[in-house]
């Protein structure tokens, strides 16, 4: 979308992230936008003409963390117009208010503009339109709705994909929006729409363009990474793109994260196991073991799938890491159904396990399920799970130690002669599985360098290794 030259006029945004890797993706685009439409961006709140809060609305606590941040920035906005100062504009964008965008308006009134999840590129417009009216304070103005109704069907590719908001060397690949599932739980198809695949010739020249401008790892994401190429022409498929990107020049490597388990074709770890860059690193979550709670989840294509998967991962993709996600509490899940899943999670030891209660959505399937689990049953089949994959990350950490691993270098010693922070293949970023602290670097050490190191120790999640 073309905007007049240079609406933004210097003026400075501050940018609040919430929510997945897939929203800061978001966010990165708007601020590119932004930074073209003549804005400012990444600024401290207390110096912003306008602060944008992207949101997430995947279940309830992300919205009352979303709805706490749309209140601060509110705050910020009414204290400075009670001292006389210029009050920064709110701007909301994201899952929230493409969700709910009466209750957003409803419950803070002060905001003073709506961006939907298909209006990212209306960014500069809508920035503009907010501030002028926060400037105009006292005009009963009603706020700028930019959210398209509907489920989104947008794909968007930022103006400078080089500019990221992540804060080490690594950078989001989002290769595709929406899902073609409908896990019963879930309420992000009917957020994000259907499945959309971005073009690989668009894909490797982000990439390119990232490895360029000094970015080490590249973190492939989506809603389901597996699903990357169905819908377009020819049905390529995620094996290919790892080709392609696989034979780029410069010195990187490739994660994928967020696989539903019916993609995990061999031709795929086949493909990762021949691969010099994508590291053998398997996220995918198979949210149950029970055949019973996997039919009611609506992931039947998954039960023939899970019992054996990773024990062909670990077969086809020598030293692979693999991390799932589970859902506890889904409705009709028994106390033999959670022994059961319980059971498969200590048997099959996964490298990485999360877990999460559930929650019932509005609009999905599951809201309105029968045999609902009390939340204190899953709370406590929560912490059983929990438990039993800290003994088995105990387990596995300790028998690291003495192997030898490849660590990407992301932060400095805060002090001299304390250890640097990094992350080996079997970590990926945001500290969801933790970091590497490496000891014994040289002086000449820097941020973005693969150095080898032997493990030497570990804390509870976090590793700890030498030169
Ligand atoms: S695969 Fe993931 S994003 Fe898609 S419907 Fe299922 S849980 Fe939601």
Redesign the pocket.
């Known amino acids: 979308m073309k905007h007049p030259a240079n609406i933004g006029r210097g003026a400075k945004v501050a940018l609040v992230s919430l929510g997945c890797p897939k929203n800061l993706v978001d966010l990165q685009v708007v601020a590119s936008a932004l930074r073209g439409a003549g804005f400012d961006v990444g600024v401290p709140e207390d110096a912003a003409d306008a602060i944008l809060v992207n949101t997430c609305a995947f279940i309830e606590s992300a919205r009352e963390e979303a709805l706490d941040a749309i209140e601060e920035a509110c705050s910020r906005k009414a204290e400075a117009a009670g001292r006389g100062r210029g009050a920064p504009a709110v701007v909301v964008a994201g899952c929230l208010p493409q969700r709910y965008r009466g209750k957003v308006l409803e419950a803070c009134p002060e905001v003073d503009a709506i961006l939907g999840v298909d209006d990212l590129d209306r960014a500069p417009e809508i920035v503009r339109a907010a501030i002028d009216r926060a400037a105009a304070a006292g005009a009963a103005a009603p706020a700028i709705d930019a959210v398209a109704r509907g489920r989104s069907t947008r794909l968007f590719t930022a103006r400078e994909p080089w500019f990221v908001l992540t804060p080490g060397p690594y950078a989001y690949l989002k290769i595709g929006e929406g ?5 019963a ?5 009917g957020i ?1 729409g259907r499945l959309r695949s971005r073009p690989a010739a668009n894909l490797v020249a982000e990439a390119r363009a990232l490895v360029s401008h000094g970015i080490r790892e590249l973190d492939v994401i989506a ?2 990474v597996m ?1 990357w190429g169905r819908d377009l022409p020819g049905r390529p498929g995620l094996a290919s793109l790892l080709r392609e990107l696989d034979a780029l020049p410069g010195e990187f490597r490739v994660r994928l994260l ?1 696989g ?1 388990p019916a993609g995990c074709t061999d031709e795929l770890l086949d493909t990762v196991a021949a691969s010099r860059r994508v590291v053998p690193y398997f996220d995918i ?1 198979i ?1 149950h073991a029970s055949p019973d709670v996997l039919r009611l ?3 039947r294509d998954t039960v023939a799938e899970v019992p054996r998967m990773v024990e062909r991962i670990r077969e086809r993709v020598p030293g692979a890491v693999v991390r799932t996600t589970c859902l506890v509490g889904f409705p009709g899940e028994t106390d033999a159904m959670f022994e059961e899943l319980l059971a498969f999670a200590k048997a099959t030891k996964f490298d990485h396990l999360g877990a999460f209660v559930f929650s019932p959505e509005e609009g999905t399937k599951a809201f309105s399920m029968p045999d609902p689990v009390p939340a204190r049953v899953a709370r406590a089949r929560h912490r059983r799970l929990m438990k039993a994959q800290a003994a088995v990350v105990a387990q596995k950490l300790d028998a690291l130690a003495g192997t030898e691993a490849t660590v990407l270098l992301e932060s400095p010693p805060a002090r001299r002669g304390e250890p640097w922070t990094g992350r080996t293949e079997r970590q990926a970023p945001d500290d969801i599985d933790g970091v590497t602290f490496v000891r014994g670097l040289p002086a000449t050490a820097r941020v973005g360098d693969f150095v080898r190191v032997r493990y030497v120790g570990h804390t509870d999640y976090d590793l700890v290794a030498e030169i």
């Not at 739980?185 to 198809?189: D, E, G, M, V, Y």
């Open positions: 899902c073609r599932h409908a896990c739980f879930c309420a992000i198809p994000r809603q389901d699903s967020y539903h979550p949210q989840m609506d992931r």
